[in-house]
Nanobody
Framework: QVQLVESGGGLVQAGGSLRLSCAAS????????MGWFRQAPGKEREFVAA????????RYGDSVKGRFTIYRGNAKNTVHLQMDSLKPADTAVYYC?????????????????WGQGTRVTVSS
């Protein structure tokens, strides 16, 4: 079992930045690839970014490429999502997820562990 807890969400103006964090506990964190997804009201959960077990590979959703960066933290059990140039369309609940499948999967079904989510609101 892996337990995931997100933090760092909040309210920010368009053009601003936020950094989300995900702290993992339980099994060996380095065995898992990590991903971020988001879900806006009335929409399906959407892939945002993923990072491989060793941090050497990353993948981004088209809507966030060039604006968001995923990376593993100095603390061995953390992963972060740096979000820059935020837009109102980025408003959503952001979820951290862990996977043992593939390198940087983008499909929700490839992730077996999920956090509770942290809300991000971007005002215009």
């Amino acid at each position: 079992q892996v337990q995931l807890v997100e933090s760092g969400g909040g309210l920010v103006q368009a053009g601003g930045s936020l950094r989300l964090s995900c702290a993992a506990s339980g099994r060996t964190f380095s065995n898992y690839g990590m991903g971020w997804f988001r879900q806006a009201p009335g929409k399906e959960r959407e892939f945002v970014a993923a990072i491989s077990r060793n941090g050497g590979s990353t993948r981004y959703g088209d809507s966030v490429k060039g604006r968001f960066t995923i990376y593993r933290g100095n603390a061995k059990n953390t992963v972060h999502l740096q979000m820059d140039s935020l837009k109102p369309a980025d408003t959503a609940v952001y979820y951290c997820a862990a996977t043992i499948t593939g390198v940087v999967p983008a499909a929700r079904d490839d992730y077996g562990y999920w956090g509770q989510g942290t809300r991000v609101t971007v005002s215009s």
